[in-house]
T-cell receptor, first 116, second 116 residues
Framework: KNEVEQSPQNLTAQEGEFITINCSYS?????LHWLQQHPGGGIVSLFM???GKKKHGRLIATINIQEKHSSLHITASHPRDSAVYIC??????????????????FGKGTLLTVNP | GAVVSQHPSWVICKSGTSVKIECRSL??????MFWYRQFPKQSLMLMAT?????????EQGVEKDKFLINHASLTLSTLTVTSAHPEDSSFYIC????????????FGSGTRLTVV
């Protein structure tokens, strides 16, 4: 079982619709990230959350630590929002690995297509 | 701030040759660099974690003699795919933890490797 589960896998919306992408994880984490990957492959970090809610423009991310669940919302979606959205969590590395003590574990991503 | 520049963005090479991918942190010192591989429609998989001035830590199943990682300075980490084979064709992307970023990360733009 993947430690990070995202849903839906694919999502098609009309321009202007409100979008929600969900992420559940099975282990204790120190932080959760929402990332955006465009068709060319480049990845942009959208949010890093350890509690509560964050907002940036039309994007809102929430996390419920007790329920091990996070959501990414896009308001007034636009075709330029079309991308793969990836949820990732910080998991502890082995204690003898040195350097950073955490590594990211990724969900499989949600392919969002927003049609004009 | 906290930009990682990755080169090349794409490369085609012949089987048996070696390819070097570079990641440079432009405006910060990257103590730790993470190297990922992503196959089509798959999530990112961590290959190795490199710390400046020490040997990289490889994930289980990743051949350290095939994927050579060098992190000789705080601003440069390289991944060399040696004796490349068609099955090494993939998208490779680096990431660095952001100093004082409380678990935040920044990503390179990725390298699309095609071995023919």
């Amino acid at each position: 079982k993947n430690e990070v589960e995202q849903s839906p896998q694919n999502l098609t919306a009309q321009e202007g619709e409100f979008i929600t992408i969900n992420c559940s994880y099975s282990v204790g984490i120190s932080a959760l990230h929402w990332l955006q990957q465009h068709p060319g492959g480049g990845i942009v970090s959208l949010f890093m959350l350890s509690s509560g809610k964050k907002k940036h423009g039309r994007l809102i991310a929430t996390i419920n630590i007790q329920e091990k669940h996070s959501s990414l919302h896009i308001t007034a979606s636009h075709p330029r929002d079309s991308a793969v959205y990836i949820c990732a969590v910080n998991l502890p590395l082995h204690l003898d690995s040195g350097g950073s003590n955490y590594k990211l574990t990724f969900g499989k991503g949600t392919l969002l297509t927003v049609n004009p | 701030g906290a930009v990682v520049s990755q080169h090349p963005s794409w490369v085609i090479c012949k089987s048996g040759t070696s390819v070097k991918i570079e990641c440079r942190s432009l405006d910060f010192q990257a103590t730790t660099m993470f190297w990922y591989r992503q196959f089509p429609k798959q999530s990112l998989m961590l290959m190795a974690t490199s710390n400046e001035g020490s040997k990289a830590t490889y994930e289980q199943g990743v051949e350290k003699d095939k994927f050579l990682i060098n992190h000789a300075s705080l601003t440069l980490s390289t991944l060399t795919v040696t004796s490349a084979h068609p099955e090494d064709s993939s998208f490779y992307i680096c990431s660095a933890s952001i100093p004082r970023g409380n678990y935040g990360y920044t990503f390179g733009s990725g390298t699309r490797l095609t071995v023919v």
